[in-house]
């Protein structure tokens, strides 16, 4: 029986977090354009990040200036956020200027890196705005 009652604990656990991520439009937003690019150039493909970073950097800037629905711990995420948009743009200027194809790599998998220790650290039931 308690085997029974602590499955039931996690999966409402998990069932309570994955709701919570589903309703921070603007986190979803990022971690479409994110996918979209990221996924890509780890098989060596950079045309999808270096026609769509201005787009990364849009989602990353209406990201930081959102409202945090509950469940999410926006002050956790507040100097991270101000990375990622950083990060996002410094990202943009490399491409512009010609950056090597291992320069842009390695600058957006810094970011991925950065999305998903953000996303870690500001949901939760736990965690409020």
Do not use: Y
């Not at 994955?18 to 950079?46: N, R």
């Not at 490399?94 to 320069?103: A, C, M, S, V």
């Amino acid at each position: 029986m308690k085997k029974i009652a602590s499955l039931l604990v996690i999966l409402i656990g998990l069932t309570v977090a994955v709701s919570a991520q589903a309703k921070w439009k603007e986190l979803s937003d990022f971690h479409d354009i994110m996918s979209a690019t990221f996924h890509p150039a780890e098989e060596g493909k950079l045309d999808p990040i270096k026609t769509r970073s201005q787009e990364m950097i849009d989602k990353a800037v209406a990201w930081k200036t959102s409202t945090a629905p509950e469940g999410f711990n926006k002050a956790a995420i507040k100097e991270q956020l101000k990375k990622l948009v950083k990060g996002s743009k410094e990202l943009q200027k490399l491409i512009k200027n010609n950056g090597t194809d291992k320069q842009i790599t390695e600058k957006l998998t810094a970011l991925h890196d950065l999305f998903h220790e953000m996303t870690e650290k500001c949901k939760g039931e736990d965690h409020k705005q």
